[in-house]
């Protein structure tokens, strides 16, 4: 089975660079994505890290180590908009390739 | 008009009631997915299919069942409705993962706020 791990809040201020981590356990996967969701909003599709290393889509970039299990989203430049909940995904392998979802992190930027 | 279109976008039921959210897609993706929201935690998987003829039970479909009647259009049922079913459901659909990275991200609809009374 699948099991990702995301801190569960994380503070900064407007302008500041943040990152969230995600760690996980899994068996085999494809790749690692990221999605963002406002209060009460539909998640929306950042970016997808297939292989090891860096993926830059303007003010968020995203990483991937698949030997550390880990990967991570950085924000920089944060806007106050960017206040909402994150949350990574793992594609698995098996299954088709469908996706399993960590419990996200809520992300607040302060003025 | 929305990729991914739900409705009803709120409801309430009653206990026991059978109730049906629907979900049509214009992406012309062959996978959609019912996900599961409840308040601080992530999103938990229903049912899937990846076409017509394909129905696939996700981690928490007891009390659930599902229906793709075409392509474009997938039907989540709960046939007696339970507090506990009390939630924000989510329709997805995604490609198949050829053609580029952004073919792998899921394409979410507005969700359907259900509260079972």
């Known amino acids: 089975g699948q099991s990702l791990e995301q801190p569960s809040e994380v503070t900064a201020v407007e302008g500041a660079i943040v990152q969230i981590n995600c760690t996980y356990q899994?068996?085999?996967?494809?790749?690692l994505s990221w999605y963002q969701q406002h209060d009460g909003g539909a998640p929306t599709f950042l970016s997808y890290?297939?292989?090891?290393g860096l993926e830059e889509t303007g003010r968020f970039s995203s990483f991937l180590s698949r030997s550390d299990s880990y990967g991570y989203l950085l924000l920089q430049e944060l806007q106050m908009k960017d206040s909402a909940s994150y949350f990574c995904?793992?594609?698995?392998?098996?299954?088709?390739?469908?996706?399993?979802f960590g419990d996200g992190t809520t992300l607040t930027v302060k003025p | 008009d929305a990729d991914v279109t739900q409705t009803p976008r709120n409801r309430i039921t009653k206990t026991g009631k059978r109730i049906m959210l629907e979900c049509s897609q214009t992406?012309?993706?062959?996978?959609m997915y019912w996900y599961r929201q409840d308040p601080g935690l992530g999103l938990r998987l229903i049912y899937y299919?990846?076409?017509?003829?394909?129905?696939n039970k996700g981690e928490i479909s007891d009390g659930y069942s599902v229906s793709r009647q075409a392509q474009a259009k997938f039907s989540l049922s709960l046939e007696s409705a339970i507090p506990n079913q009390t939630a924000l459901y989510f329709c997805?659909?995604?490609?198949?993962?050829?053609?580029?990275?952004?073919?792998?991200?899921?394409?979410f609809g507005s969700g359907t706020r259900l509260t079972v009374v």
């Open positions: 995904a793992v594609r698995e392998l098996t299954n088709a390739g469908k996706s399993t």
């Open positions: 299919s990846f076409d017509v003829k394909d129905i």
């Open positions: 992406k012309g993706h062959d996978r």
């Open positions: 997805a659909t995604s490609g198949t993962g050829t053609g580029g990275t952004t073919n792998y991200g899921y394409t």
């Open positions: 899994t068996s085999g996967f494809y790749g």
């Open positions: 890290n297939a292989l090891d």
